[in-house]
């Protein structure tokens, strides 16, 4: 019943559309960078990226009248933490998911950043026997001795959002997230798109970059895009990069940091909207206009990004899709019924810049 469900559930599944830019055409860059990603849905058991979850909500109580609590599927999901408006999306698209509505029995922690209870909350799903255990980790180091005490108890393991470094492959059923590295060149594509068309490509450029929570596997990627990005373009030079840890916090705690110092910059490129707000607040406080003064680049895609788009603080956001929950749950109904699956699960996300917020704020589901 849960399989038909779940078939139902992935046909109601709409693609996010990209918007248009009238500076930078964004399929432009899209269309090239996420070639790759279609294609491994094309050809692979990926399926379309989930983008609205209502309309998952009837299928899903039509099939919790059929449930007994003896038949509930239960999972262990372990979160990084609440940092950031993306990671509540996050959350919130896991709980409505694996509800008993749903089929589903979950045991959720909030490790709050912090590893070490991630780990031992690893330890806690196999002792309670879980079917299966969802893992957002903090970090991409260090998850072996874990998952091999998930293994040798015969619990799968989906990886979800980061990824995790392991030389044993079979340590997880699969992944699923964002082309964090595909994130950062997006960004770079844009900006060299957007500096043309403003007649600026040719000039000398101070780039500062917030970076996030260092070893995650979303500081790891949209850094190394980043780098690998703008070493093509000799005239922007990173003046400044560190960790924001992804908090709004931190982000402005950093930026003030840096403002006491220097205000010869003119581009800021934040990985997250969180550390992106808080350096927005920074930046007015030290007489800065942003937006304007300094072209910013963030990353998530959150609703008040888009706000701060149309207020025309932020000039461009790169999305990254935290709704991941709907086709966890169909990878977790394919696993335990021994179905093949694909390995590895991109995520679809798109660029948007601040010619088309306006338009595209209404369509934001977090
Ligand atoms: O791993 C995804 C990143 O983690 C998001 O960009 C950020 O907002 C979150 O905290």
Same mark, same amino acid.
């Given at each position: 019943?849960l399989?038909k469900? *779940?078939? $139902?559930?992935?046909? =109601?599944? =709409?693609?996010?559309?990209?918007?248009?830019?009238?500076?930078? *055409?964004?399929?432009?860059i899209?269309?090239?960078?996420? &070639?790759?990603?279609?294609?491994?849905?094309?050809?692979?058991?990926?399926?379309?990226?989930? &983008?609205? &979850?209502?309309?998952?909500?009837?299928?899903a109580?039509?099939?919790?009248?059929?449930?007994? !609590?003896?038949?509930?599927?239960?999972?262990g999901?372990?979160?990084?933490?609440?940092?950031?408006?993306?990671?509540?999306?996050h959350?919130?698209?896991?709980?409505?998911?694996?509800?008993k509505e749903?089929?589903?029995?979950?045991?959720?922690?909030?490790?709050?950043?912090?590893q070490?209870k991630?780990?031992?909350?690893?330890?806690?799903?196999?002792?309670n026997?879980?079917?299966a255990?969802v893992l957002?980790?903090?970090?991409?180091?260090g998850?072996?001795?874990?998952l091999?005490?998930? !293994?040798?108890?015969?619990?799968?393991?989906? $990886?979800?959002?980061?990824?995790?470094k392991?030389?044993?492959d079979?340590l997880?059923?699969?992944w699923?997230?964002?082309?964090? !590295?595909?994130e950062?060149?997006?960004?770079?594509?844009? +900006?060299? !798109?957007?500096?043309?068309?403003?007649?600026? #490509?040719?000039?000398?450029?101070?780039?500062?970059? =917030? &970076? #996030?929570?260092?070893?995650?596997s979303?500081?790891?990627?949209?850094?190394?895009g980043v780098?690998?990005?703008l070493s093509k373009?000799p005239?922007?030079?990173?003046?400044?990069?560190?960790?924001?840890?992804?908090?709004?916090?931190?982000?402005?705690?950093?930026?003030?940091?840096?403002?006491?110092?220097?205000?010869d910059?003119?581009?800021?490129?934040s990985?997250?909207?969180?550390m992106?707000?808080?350096?927005?607040?920074?930046?007015?406080?030290?007489? +800065?206009?942003? #937006?304007t003064?300094?072209?910013?680049?963030?990353?998530d #895609?959150?609703?008040?990004?888009f706000?701060?788009?149309?207020?025309?603080?932020?000039?461009?956001?790169?999305?990254c899709?935290?709704?991941?929950?709907p086709?966890v749950?169909?990878?977790?109904?394919?696993? =335990?019924?021994?179905?093949? $699956?694909?390995?590895?699960?991109?995520m679809?996300e798109?660029?948007?810049?601040?010619?088309?917020?306006q338009?595209?704020i209404?369509?934001r589901?977090?």
């Open positions: 019943m399989k469900v *779940s078939l $139902i559930l992935l046909s =109601l599944i =709409l693609l996010s559309g990209c918007g248009s830019s009238e500076d930078v *055409s964004q399929s432009d899209i269309g090239t960078k996420y &070639q790759s990603i279609r294609e491994q849905r094309k050809n692979g058991t990926s399926s379309q990226t989930p &983008q609205t &979850q209502s309309a998952q909500a009837p299928a109580a039509e099939n919790a009248k059929t449930e007994t !609590k003896e038949n509930l599927i239960k999972i999901f372990c979160q990084v933490g609440a940092e950031s408006g993306w990671r509540n999306a959350t919130n698209s896991m709980k409505d998911m694996f509800t749903n089929g589903y029995q979950l045991d959720f922690v909030d490790a709050n950043g912090d070490a991630q780990i031992e909350a690893i330890k806690t799903f196999i002792k026997k879980v079917q255990i957002a980790p903090v970090v991409e180091t998850w072996d001795d874990a091999k005490e998930a !293994k040798s108890a015969n619990i799968p393991v989906v $990886i979800v959002d980061r990824m995790i392991t030389n044993d079979s997880y059923a699969c699923v997230g964002s082309n964090f !590295k595909a950062g060149e997006n960004s770079i594509d844009w +900006l060299v !798109k957007y500096m043309d068309s403003k007649g600026k #490509g040719s000039d000398n450029h101070n780039v500062v970059m =917030l &970076q #996030g929570t260092m070893g995650a979303a500081e790891i990627g949209r850094t190394e780098h690998e990005g373009h005239n922007y030079k990173i003046v400044f990069e560190k960790s924001g840890n992804f908090t709004k916090e931190e982000g402005k705690q950093v930026m003030e940091e840096y403002l006491k110092t220097s205000k910059f003119d581009i800021l490129i990985q997250n909207d969180d992106t707000f808080g350096a927005i607040e920074a930046l007015k406080e030290a007489g +800065l206009n942003p #937006g003064d300094v072209t910013i680049i963030s990353f #895609g959150v609703k008040d990004a706000q701060a788009m149309i207020n025309g603080e932020i000039n461009a956001d790169i999305e899709n935290p709704l991941q929950g086709f749950s169909e990878l977790i109904q394919k696993i =335990l019924a021994k179905e093949n $699956i694909e390995k590895i699960q991109y679809y798109s660029v948007y810049d601040a010619s088309v917020a338009q595209e209404g369509n589901v977090y």
